[in-house]
């Protein structure tokens, strides 16, 4: 079941998706991922998780 | 001596390759067959088409790379195999016309006695009328095809910078398209292009798909753990649209592209137009027109191919409603049906079925993503085969084959939504296992292991993969340490 409808489309009109139920980040979020300290540390993270999936589902 | 042969020259097939040559001796010969003279690594290929990347960076040519190999090289496209010979020789064959130009025109008959289709996507831009770099709309399938794809996107910024409000539609070019995460990066890169060059309050961004929920990439969605919270890659990948003020048009079927419109038909049946002044659509893939002839030279391409023209292997065909699909289904030695020395590897299998709910609109009209099967899941299927067909070198035919299920196997998925070392962003994805498995998991996959996050980090992932992967096809040292 979809959680992000389509608009209900009228003659002639583009049935766009109703985004506005979509979660907006924050200023706070949109910094977190601009820093760059804070972003090698999940660089870092998400390769190990890269790694571990090569050894746990490339068997 | 054992003769191995290799069709086809993209990820899996050159993945591959590469592994045969490095676990086989040298009495014994690895061959590869493809139509094209260069290597490209198509992930890249996003970058090309908007101008932050050029067609050098993402291709090198192959001919190099195998002679100092040692491994065999046909520049030539296989178009019949015969897997019990000919009246001439029991042994297996391939039909081959060359391409290379110094030979354009001239065929030969190849023998193996092992062979892994490896032969990727034939790009079906006539599926829709009007589509492609030879109609109306762009793509970035090949890097000649990005270099295009660019060169449009900068005639449309030209227009914006005069002032001239444009539309500019991306996504997916037919109901039963694959690689929408392909159309998602290229939606915004465009975006993050347009930002940087000051026009983006004039254009507006559309990303037409034939997903029928965003964040569905073919593989029916993924459900994340998030801050203690489960999330849906739904809820996800739409609060990237939003904040980047990015239109969705889901669920689109393309019946027809001209200079000026996009015609669609939705899930519900109904049919819509939208005007473009630039328009990126990704084709759908078939199998490479392959023939296949017995020994006496009757035709069984019926018995190898689906008739999408995919090879038939290992998987569970059998015709069932969505519900009653299983892992299980999916093929884990790659082996094809009838041949224990022949197998198909990457886009080249037939998968048993879609991963995402299968949707008909009430006219009947199939808008249902096809499984994606490229990148990291590709390479692991061929190198996987390589160990099999290698095993059975060395250990003799009964050694055991070697599997790789994508029920099993993860994959991470990267998907660029801008350049530059400190401004750039990616949606970065990793998901265990890549099809679903409802018995093991009660979200399909496992949570712990699949993820989603948005952040720079993404960009430099995505840029580490592209050096590391070129690194690695290029068989310099120490390329087998390189993980698929």
């Known amino acids: 079941m979809s959680q992000l409808s389509m608009s209900a489309p009228t003659p002639g009109a583009e049935p766009i998706a109703d985004l506005s139920k979509a979660p907006l980040p924050t200023a706070r979020t949109l910094r977190v991922r601009r820093n760059v300290a804070l972003q090698f540390f999940r660089f870092l993270s998400f390769n190990s998780r890269i790694m571990r999936m090569v050894v746990k589902g490339h068997k | ?484």
């Not at chain 2, 939606?187 to 569905?216: C, I, K, P, Q, S």
Request: charged share 20%; proline share 6%; net charge neutral.
């Open chain 2, 1 to 484: 001596m054992a003769e191995v042969l290799v069709l086809g020259a993209g990820v899996s097939g050159h993945t591959a390759a590469l592994h045969l040559r490095r676990l086989l001796g040298r009495q014994h010969t690895v061959t590869v067959v493809s139509p094209n003279a260069n290597w490209n690594w198509i992930p890249s290929n996003i970058w090309v088409g908007v101008g932050d990347m050029g067609k050098k960076d993402v291709v090198f040519p192959l001919a190099p790379i195998y002679a100092r190999k040692g491994i065999g090289f046909r520049q030539a496209k296989a178009v019949a195999i015969r897997p019990s010979g000919d009246d001439e020789d029991a042994k297996g064959a391939v039909d081959i016309e060359y391409t290379e130009p110094s030979r354009a025109g001239q065929s030969e008959r190849l023998r193996y006695d092992y062979l892994i289709n490896a032969t990727g996507p034939k790009l079906r831009f006539e599926a829709t009328e009007g589509m492609g770099p030879d109609g109306f709309t762009a793509s970035v399938c090949t890097a000649d095809h990005a270099v295009e794809a660019n060169e449009k996107l900068r005639e449309t910024i030209a227009k914006l910078k005069a002032g001239q409000p444009q539309t500019l539609v991306v996504g997916m070019g037919h109901g039963t398209c694959t690689c929408e995460g392909a159309a998602f990066e290229y939606t915004f890169n465009v975006d993050h292009l347009l930002r940087a060059e000051g026009v983006r309050d004039l254009a507006r961004l559309v990303y037409l798909t034939n997903e029928a929920a965003l964040g569905d990439f073919g593989v029916d969605g993924m459900v994340f753990d998030q801050s203690g919270f489960q999330t849906t890659s739904e809820l996800w990948t739409g609060s990237l649209f939003r904040e980047r003020d990015v239109e969705a048009i889901l669920g689109a079927h393309v019946t027809k592209v001209t200079a000026t419109e996009i015609h669609y038909e939705l899930l519900d049946g109904s049919l819509h137009t939208i005007a473009h002044d630039f328009a990126m659509l990704i084709p759908p893939f078939g199998g490479q027109p392959l023939k296949a002839y017995d020994a006496e030279g009757n035709d069984i391409t019926g018995e190898l191919f689906a008739p999408s023209g995919f090879m038939k292997v290992d998987a569970n065909y059998t015709a069932k409603p969505y519900e009653e699909w299983t892992a299980d289904d999916w093929p884990k030695t790659y082996a094809a049906v009838g041949y224990d020395n022949v197998w198909a590897v990457g886009i080249a299998f037939a998968p048993p079925h879609q991963i995402s709910r299968p949707r008909k609109s009430p006219n009947g009209t199939m808008i249902a993503p096809a499984p994606p099967r490229t990148g990291m899941p590709s390479g692991v299927m061929g190198k996987t085969v390589a160990m099999t067909i290698a095993d059975r070198i060395k250990n003799g035919p009964s050694a055991p084959s070697r599997t790789a299920s994508m029920a099993r196997m993860g994959a991470a998925c990267v998907a660029s939504a801008g350049t530059g070392l400190t401004k750039g962003s990616a949606a970065a994805m990793t998901m265990l296992p890549v099809v679903p498995d409802y018995q093991r998991y009660p979200t399909g996959r496992d949570v712990r292991e699949t993820r989603g996050e948005i952040g720079l980090h993404g960009h430099w992932v995505k840029l580490m993969l592209h050096y590391l992967f070129i690194y690695k096809a290029k068989a310099r040292l120490g390329w087998q340490l390189i993980p698929e």
